[in-house]
């Protein structure tokens, strides 16, 4: 038997892109109607999935990239490759301030893969999206000499 090939890289983030597609129908948002399912890539291959889910005090609402990096940090994950985020809507749906600031602070400078119905995907650097970004580097460790 011939060893498998390992998938390109377009392959396995469309892959990415099909997961986040069906965690999507799970989010809970009944304020704005806009589902948004993300799935977040480790370097070891799993995939940590998320949606939004809303809240009636909205401060308290969780977009689905949060979800996916929180689930995936309590669960010991620390090491990221890419996240694929998908909403219904007919356009790419970037990410909001907080989920780029808990991404590049939790993932790093991960691909960040915005995918729309028609199947299109525009894959950017998290760093294009959060330039200058303040990050555990800029805070002074007291515990350092």
Do not use: W
Request: net charge positive; hydrophobic share 40%; with cysteine.
């Amino acid at each position: 038997m011939a060893p498998r090939r390992p998938s390109s890289k377009l392959t396995q983030y469309k892959q990415l892109v099909s997961v986040a597609q069906s965690v999507r129908r799970l989010a809970h948002a009944p304020f704005s109607n806009f589902h948004v399912g993300a799935a977040l890539l480790a370097t070891d291959g799993r995939i940590y999935t998320g949606c939004n889910i809303e809240n009636s005090s909205y401060g308290l609402t969780i977009c689905a990239e949060r979800t996916a990096v929180f689930k995936a940090i309590s669960e010991g994950e620390r090491n990221f490759r890419a996240i694929a985020v998908i909403s219904d809507e007919s356009g790419f749906t970037p990410p909001c301030g907080a989920c780029r600031q808990v991404l590049m602070d939790l993932a790093g400078n991960i691909d960040f893969i915005m995918a729309n119905a028609k199947g299109e995907m525009e894959i950017v650097k998290l760093k294009e999206l959060l330039p200058l970004a303040f990050t555990p580097k800029n805070l002074k460790n007291p515990h350092r000499s």
